[in-house]
């Protein structure tokens, strides 16, 4: 479940320059042995806490967050979260009616956070409700208002929108309280957020006769750029773009796959460039930088190759979505169309 989430926050991830607080909320049904309800809070995509129904504890997830907030924080954010997980419940069931669904298997989301650039001083925040995977309902802080495209969520929309006390309350949390917390916990885990850690650089091939892979990992933060050249010339034909991928470390890895024949790239000079944090490298492709299955694959590209596919096989069962777009979380307390108080939200 952690892994699941972690993938799903850096799919989700901030642009460049951009720091971000995100917190996802998940309640879930008819999937046995998977909790029931799911807290997480990220900041800069790098999970800081979490919460599920089996242990009902809302507990650190770095080094950073447990050195710096206390026993009264963790037991204060635990009751908040544990009176959420009822009334998320709730709103799947109503969310469930909503559909005509009686049964089978669903999941209601909530997702919100906010973002600041620390150059601009330019800041945004988001709250996105989904059912099964798909939206929902969402907040359009630009104009004030809730968003629907779906029938089910009309009611919903029509009660929140009436109530300008919320919608302010919302404008002031997202504009200014969120920001407060982001910078306190970007000021508590500035060594580990703050680093940068250049990529190391491999090509791969399965075997003589196969596509050559440029190979970045360990790099940190996430941006990064794979690119290919062809006698000095960009190279965009035959080229495979991967997903980005996490390290048990909290470092991140990438790769970019070359699908040309041996003769090509043996007649041909061919450059893999990873540019990160403003440093490039280039590695021309030979048969002496190649590594291949006779040879060593790094360990964590056929880690990182598993966990992602796993984590697919998870996401695609569930029907998670990737959507695109004060002390603790806010929870949403649902009966007849839904309420949208924001009195209990936890961290920040």
């Not at 909503?98 to 298997?105: E, L, M, T, Y």
């Not at 029938?151 to 919903?156: D, M, W």
Request: proline share 3%; hydrophobic share 35%.
């Amino acid at each position: 479940m952690l892994s699941l989430f972690f993938f799903l926050l850096v799919l989700y991830e901030a642009n460049g320059g951009t720091h971000s607080f995100k917190a996802f909320y998940t309640a879930t049904t008819g999937i046995n042995g998977f909790s029931e309800f799911t807290v997480i809070s990220a900041v800069d995509d790098v999970l800081t806490a979490y919460y599920d129904s089996f242990t009902k504890q809302y507990v650190p997830r770095t080094d950073w967050m447990r050195e710096t907030e206390g026993p009264d924080y963790w037991k204060q954010q635990t009751d908040v979260c544990v009176g959420t997980e009822q009334s998320f419940k709730n709103n799947l069931q109503v969310a469930m009616g909503r559909f005509n669904q009686s049964g089978g298997i669903h999941t209601f989301q909530r997702m919100y956070g906010c973002s600041w650039d620390d150059d601009t001083g330019e800041v945004d925040g988001f709250k996105e409700y989904g059912y099964d995977g798909e939206d929902l309902i969402s907040l359009d802080l630009k104009n004030l208002q809730y968003v629907t495209t779906l029938p089910q969520g009309v009611i919903t929309q029509v009660k929140w929108n009436n109530d300008k006390a919320q919608l302010e309350n919302d404008k002031q949390y997202y504009s200014q309280i969120c920001i407060e917390w982001l910078k306190k916990y970007l000021q508590y885990g500035k060594s580990a957020l703050m680093r940068e850690v250049s990529p190391q650089v491999s090509l791969l091939q399965k075997d003589s006769s196969s596509p050559v892979t440029c190979h970045a990992t360990g790099f940190y933060p996430e941006q990064v750029a794979i690119s290919w050249l062809k006698n000095d010339e960009e190279h965009h034909e035959d080229v495979e773009l991967g997903e980005l991928v996490p390290n048990e470390d909290g470092t991140y890895q990438k790769t970019s796959t070359l699908n040309v024949k041996p003769e090509e790239w043996k007649n041909n000079q061919f450059k893999c460039v990873v540019e990160h944090k403003g440093k490039a490298i280039r590695t021309i492709v030979t048969e002496d930088e190649i590594r291949t299955n006779n040879g060593n694959v790094p360990v964590a590209l056929i880690v990182g190759v598993i966990v992602a596919v796993v984590l697919l096989v998870v996401a695609g069962i569930v029907g998670f979505k990737i959507y695109q777009k004060k002390k603790g979380f806010k929870p949403v307390n649902t009966s007849d169309g839904g309420s949208n108080s924001s009195s209990s939200q936890t961290g920040p």
